[in-house]
């Protein structure tokens, strides 16, 4: 069982930054690879980023390439998503997600555990 929760939402003006963290209950956080996925009223739920074990291994959804950056402290048992250059579009509730195993995955229903989400607002 793996307990997830994040911190770090927020209101920003657009073109700023916000970092999200994600805390891991789990004594074996490394054996989990990670993901943060967002859902806005109305859509389904998205991928934003996901890592590998240790997070060697990085993927993106095409819309936030080069703005935001996945990483992980395993020491800590942590993940965050570092978030540049915002922009209203990226409004939503983010979760942080794990799935046991090495290998990062950009579809949710491959995740085992998730947080309770974060709101990030996004004003133009």
């Known amino acids: 069982q793996v307990q997830l929760v994040e911190s770090g939402g927020g209101l920003v003006q657009a073109g700023g930054s916000l970092r999200l963290s994600c805390a891991a209950s789990?004594?074996?956080?490394?054996?989990?690879?990670m993901g943060w996925f967002r859902q806005s009223p109305g859509k389904e739920r998205r991928f934003v980023a996901s890592?590998?074990?240790?997070?060697?291994?990085?993927n993106y959804a095409d819309s936030v390439k080069g703005r935001f950056t996945i990483s992980r402290d395993n020491a800590k048992t942590t993940v965050t998503l570092q978030m540049n250059s915002l922009k209203p579009e990226d409004t939503a509730v983010y979760y942080c997600?794990?799935?046991?195993?090495?290998?990062?995955?950009?579809?949710?229903?491959?995740?085992?555990?998730w947080g309770q989400g974060t709101q990030v607002t996004v004003s133009s």
């Open positions: 997600a794990a799935r046991f195993g090495r290998d990062p995955s950009t579809w949710a229903e491959n995740y085992n555990y």
């Open positions: 789990s004594r074996t956080f490394s054996n989990y690879a």
């Open positions: 890592l590998s074990w240790t997070g060697g291994i990085t």
